[in-house]
């Protein structure tokens, strides 16, 4: 796929069936069938002609520079991609959506922005006042570092110690401050620890990424929209992993907007796996598996929940480096997930 303004349709090795992969923030979809055949499509993501999560229009003196006016506006657009060898057997196509394309490598990058911006509107923070507040797992702490360092805010994060050592490095290049908590406390203890320097700090707001609307919000405005488009509306099946709950929200309430039938699914850790009935508790999957039911997660347009270990997502995210030159995260392991669930509609 060379280029991505180009319609699917246009390749010349059209497959019959397709499935998309969200790698670097967990979803995945299926595409329906070519004209005369009888498979079901896998696919997960954007648009043929794609927005950018950002709307705030260039001011170059130049006109006609293609040159963004800060980094803010180059978040969103990201470009989908078949998977190949790591699929092969499968009667669908597999395709990933890479948001790890976005500025600061996440899907998160898309949330941190309509977050900051949106409370900007409501007049609830002001740059070089407010002082944003937010517990995060790593990657919305890092989406909100960066916009807060182009906005000029000051961002307090709390963050449990058993999220890897980098998110701690870049979290402070970007000059956030950082406050660790106990890692057997997982993601509640790093709420109340917010909940406590919100409630210390003058002028703070905290963004409560867990219940905030403007969350689900641009997913449903910009990455559903965009996957409905780069796929033509050839989606069966959409599958994420559930943080926030916002991404697998905002697209699946979009997606069955354009057709009721698309299927989505959800995807939580095995070892906390509180969706399917089971406990909390300390699993690999750093960007997924809260302990709790998050506030905007819509449970109405889940069809159906799927548990995935740590060894498998880490086995799997060496796949894809090895056989398809994609470094994701873990929970870019759905793809099997995607797979499976295309098996089983079969």
């Not at 500025?103 to 900007?120: F, G, H, L, N, Q």
């Not at 070089?128 to 961002?155: C, Q």
């Not at 999220?163 to 956030?176: H, Q, T, W």
Request: charge should be positive; proline fraction near 5%; charged fraction near 20%.
């Amino acid at each position: 796929m060379a280029s991505f303004s180009t319609p699917l349709t246009s390749y010349p090795k059209l497959r019959t069936a397709s499935a998309l992969v969200n790698l670097a923030s967990h979803r995945a979809v299926i595409l329906k069938p070519t004209v005369g055949t009888k498979c079901r499509n896998v696919v997960a993501v954007p648009s043929v002609v794609c927005r950018a999560v950002t709307t705030k229009q260039q001011q170059t003196e130049i006109e006609g520079l293609n040159i963004a006016e800060d980094v803010t506006q180059l978040i969103g657009k990201t470009p989908m991609v078949y998977l190949n060898n790591i699929v092969k057997g499968s009667v669908a196509n597999v395709a990933a959506k890479l948001e790890i394309m976005e500025p600061c490598c996440s899907v998160k990058d898309r949330i941190s922005y309509s977050m900051i911006t949106d409370a900007e509107r409501r007049g609830k923070v002001t740059p070089g006042k407010s002082v944003l507040v937010e517990a995060t797992r790593g990657n919305t702490g890092i989406g909100l570092a960066f916009i807060a360092a182009v906005k000029g805010y000051r961002l307090i994060l709390t963050m449990p110690t058993s999220m890897s050592f980098e998110r701690r490095v870049i979290l402070k290049a970007f000059g956030a401050e950082l406050v660790l908590t106990d890692a057997a406390k997982g993601m509640k203890g790093a709420l109340d620890k917010a909940e406590e320097i919100f409630n210390s700090t003058p002028n703070a707001y905290m963004l409560q990424q867990s219940d905030n609307p403007a969350n689900p919000k641009i997913h449903y405005e910009t990455t559903g929209p965009e996957i409905w488009d780069d796929t033509r509306g050839k989606v069966d099946i959409f599958v994420a992993g559930i943080g926030t709950g916002g991404t697998i929200s905002g697209v699946g309430r979009f997606l069955k907007s354009k057709n009721p039938n698309v299927k989505v699914i959800g995807v939580e850790p095995l070892e906390s796996n509180i969706l399917s009935g089971g406990t909390p508790g300390p699993h690999k999957i750093q960007d997924i598996g809260a302990g709790f039911v998050p506030g905007k997660l819509d449970l109405d347009i889940l069809d159906e929940v799927i548990e995935i270990s740590g060894d498998e997502a880490l086995a799997t995210a060496r796949q894809l480096a090895i056989q398809e030159g994609l470094l994701v995260i873990l929970n870019s392991e759905l793809f099997k997930l995607a797979r499976s669930a295309f098996c089983s509609l079969n």
